[in-house]
């Protein structure tokens, strides 16, 4: 068996060595490094004339089992010259030596993979270092031999052997296991096999798909059993099952484990790998990651391969918990850890950004390593605003003056440079508009403000050097504002239909600049183009034409519904008559919806949840009903409620209770809690969930009726009956269960909402 790996995982692999360091030097962005590229080569062109040079030449060779292969960034045949080319800001003097002989260990295996190919007794090895803003080569050279570059590649090849072998091997045992792999159940659930069966299909046919299924059917288990069997039949490399909550996380794991029972003692050789954000992996908050700062990354590369061997060798499923026990008995961080055995998992666990964001991890491994990935999207009506939020970013005025106050003069000088093109700025689309600036005014711009982007890049740049000479001068959270201005740059160079530049001015030097995404199809699509299947799927994914226009999926996706297990005699759906939430008429809602809530809950004693659409909505009506019905326990949603409370007030649903707990519609308690039986026994949902009318909405309406002519419905109308389902999905959680849900308004009766509605509720 041959086992392929690319010259960079390579070299990462045998050629790192000492500190993880990583204080703060961000490399250029993919167009810069791209246009950085380019560059050199257009320079070398001209330089070798007719004679040519060669760019991006594709290279490999084998040594054993193993086949190494990548592309080398440009060849000059005249001068027998190799160049690896490398993007960089501000001085290289910060660059340290593990960085550097990585890069050097690079070239030197392209070198020897060259002299094989092409015949040659020896080559000149180039690394050409651009700075990305000044244009500015720093060229390293050095000569060898073809024997000296094979000895290299040799050596690497030898470090990387054993661990190719055993791969290779968990690789055979982890595809044999897969294709005799049994359900672990002795039948599927109601509509779990045809959700299966939709899986499957679709990886063996290369496609996308999306599927609607009902909460309690087992859409976790019933996606990823598929998606593993088809694994080696379709020679799939990776499974990325990614989730929008915690909760998914724990449910895909539990799923794993499920899986892995079974199969004799050792369990399926699978080995599955959970994903966490950074700052809830970190054991030392505060500390910089590198190692003068952190005792974890202090040799932290010396100590990687015997944690990396005790993770695989461990097996099974790598939680949170049990990968934190592996690293800190190894003395090394947990998060780098898991950063690490990304590379070496079949099954990864994670959030979508790791996959969709703009800097995601498991993508770039992905297209590095050449892999065919099948990916899993649980919960997938959230991506639409999740990657808005991904590809969307804001830059505050206030932010900007508050930090020219405090900084060093170094840096104090080019922000006030963005200060003084904030205001012109703010003049210039003042005067566009033809109207005096109020606050809170709100003003799309016709283009992108250019001086105060070029502005805002220097000042980034200046900050970048800063933070690498003086890695303990944070100044009143330079690093985050670092941060915030670079994604505002990037965003900026792929700013186009799909994003909106916007100004608010909410008062005089606390305007707030918003490059806004309303599109994410446009983003969104070459991460979904790049798997070889990906599943989306959610108990509200429709209509189907919604999620394939925002959500980048080809016009020929299949879109499945399953079939409810649920019957109709199980839930209750009443309709109000007569009340509208509508904002106009809100406090003269107040009355008939306490005495829609007294009366429901009299009638059938028991636990309830009432949603509304904003904090006021609901404190209103909180405070007319514990007035007028003091006696019915209330417990009630607050805002920015931290994980102890939001669990104590899901703790509130006890068995054989009795009251009612308020939240808001959409929030953390109208999707993704799971309270079975008698702990829920009723929904009441006094509002259609529509996003408000406002500035910044119409906006995006205006922009969806011009590219889809569905304005309205993709803004207002879908986004919001999509929570009413999803909040009302919260009563009936199994067969047993029994419930009743009271959807307070008048528009609720209107046909264009009723079909919108499960298909199921409909002969209640």
């Known amino acids: 068996m041959t086992y392929r790996i690319a010259v960079r995982a390579l070299c990462e692999f045998t050629a790192r060595e000492g500190d993880l360091d990583h204080r703060f030097t961000p490399s250029p962005s993919a167009q810069e490094g791209i246009a950085g590229h380019t560059l050199i080569a257009e320079r070398r062109r001209a330089e070798a004339g007719a004679e040519g040079y060669e760019t991006e030449v594709a290279l490999s060779g084998d040594y054993g089992l193993l086949r190494v292969s990548g592309r080398a960034d440009g060849y000059d045949p005249r001068r027998q010259c190799l160049e690896e080319v490398k993007t960089h800001r501000g001085s290289l003097e910060r660059m340290g030596d593990n960085q550097r002989a990585l890069h050097w260990a690079q070239v030197r295996v392209y070198g020897a993979l060259l002299c094989r190919e092409r015949g040659l007794d020896s080559v000149t090895l180039a690394l050409v270092y651009l700075d990305i803003a000044t244009g500015r080569e720093t060229r390293l050279t050095e000569s060898a031999t073809a024997l000296q570059l094979e000895t290299f590649f040799t050596r690497q090849c030898e470090r990387f052997l054993a661990w190719a072998e055993q791969e290779a091997a968990h690789r055979q045992a982890r595809d044999a296991a897969l294709h005799s792999l049994r359900f672990p159940f002795a039948d599927f659930r109601h509509g779990q096999r045809p959700l299966s069966e939709a899986v499957y299909k679709a990886v063996s046919t290369q496609r996308h ?21 088809a694994m080696p039949r379709h020679a799939l490399d990776r499974v990325f099952f990614l989730t929008m909550k915690t909760t998914g996380r724990r449910l895909a794991l539990e799923a794993a484990e499920k899986l892995g029972h079974g199969e004799g003692e050792q369990g399926l050789p699978l080995r599955v790998l959970e994903l966490i954000a ?71 666990v994670g959030d979508v950004n790791h996959y969709f964001d703009m800097n995601a991890m498991l993508f770039a491994l992905s297209q590095v390593n050449g892999w065919r990935v099948g990916v899993l999207v649980d919960e997938a009506h959230n991506l639409v605003e999740r990657a808005r939020g991904m590809y969307s970013a804001t830059l505050e005025q206030q932010r900007v003056n508050a930090l020219r106050r405090h900084a060093p003069s170094v840096i104090a000088k080019p922000l006030g440079r963005v200060a003084r093109r904030w205001n012109e700025m703010l003049k210039e689309a003042a005067n566009a508009s033809g109207e005096t600036a109020e606050p809170d005014d709100y003003q799309v711009l016709a283009a992108l403000p250019q001086r105060l982007l070029m502005a805002l890049q220097q000042a980034a740049s200046t900050i970048t050097d800063y933070l690498a000479e003086q890695p303990a001068g944070d100044v009143a959270g330079l690093t985050d504002f670092l941060f915030e201005a670079l994604h505002v740059c990037r965003l900026a160079e792929r700013f186009g239909g799909h994003s909106i530049c916007d100004v608010t001015r909410h008062a005089r030097g606390r305007a707030v600049l918003t490059l806004r995404n309303v599109v994410p199809a446009d983003f969104l699509a070459p991460r979904l183009a790049a798997t070889h299947a990906a599943v989306l799927f959610s108990a509200t994914l429709g209509p189907a034409e ?219």
């Open 209 to 229: 798909l999306m599927i609607q299924a009902p909460t309690g059917i087992g859409k976790t288990l019933g996606t990823l059993f598929p998606m593993l069997v």
């Open 278 to 348: 950074r700052d809830r992996a970190c054991e030392h908050p505060g500390t910089a990651c590198h190692g003068e700062a952190c005792p974890l990354a202090r040799g932290f590369y010396d100590r990687l391969p015997a944690a990396r061997q005790a993770a695989v060798d461990r097996g099974g499923v790598l939680d949170q918990a049990a990968l934190r026990e592996v690293a800190l008995a190894h003395d090394i961080c947990p998060y780098y850890l898991g950063q690490e055995l990304a590379r070496w998992s079949d099954l990864v």
């Open 546 to 764: 919604y999620y394939r226009d925002l959500l980048g999926l080809p016009c020929e996706a299949p879109w499945l519904e399953v079939d409810s297990p649920f019957a109709a005699h199980q839930l209750e759906v009443r309709l109000a008559q007569g009340i509208s939430t509508r904002f106009r008429d809100r406090e003269r809602s107040i009355a008939p919806i306490v005495a829609t809530l007294a009366e429901q809950y009299r009638c059938r004693p028991g636990n309830y949840l009432a949603f509304f659409s904003s904090f006021a909505y609901l404190d209103a009506v909180v405070s007319h009903f514990t007035e007028a019905h003091p006696d019915v326990p209330v417990w009630t949603q607050r805002r920015g409620m931290q994980e102890a409370a939001r669990q104590a007030f899901i703790d509130g649903f006890v068995p054989g209770g009795c009251g009612i707990g308020f939240a808001v519609l959409g929030g953390a308690f109208a999707e993704g809690i799971d309270l079975p039986g008698d702990r829920l026994i009723g929904a009441f949902v006094a509002t259609l969930g529509m996003p408000p009318f406002d500035a910044v909405n119409e906006q995006l309406r205006q922009r969806m009726q011009a590219r889809f002519g569905r304005g309205y419905d993709y803004t207002y109308h879908l986004p919001g009956l999509t929570k009413v389902v999803q909040a009302a999905g919260r009563v009936i959680r199994s067969p047993d269960d029994r419930g009743v849900v009271v959807l307070i308004d008048d528009r609720f009766a209107r046909t264009d909402v009723q079909v919108l509605l499960p298909r199921w509720w409909r002969d209640s």
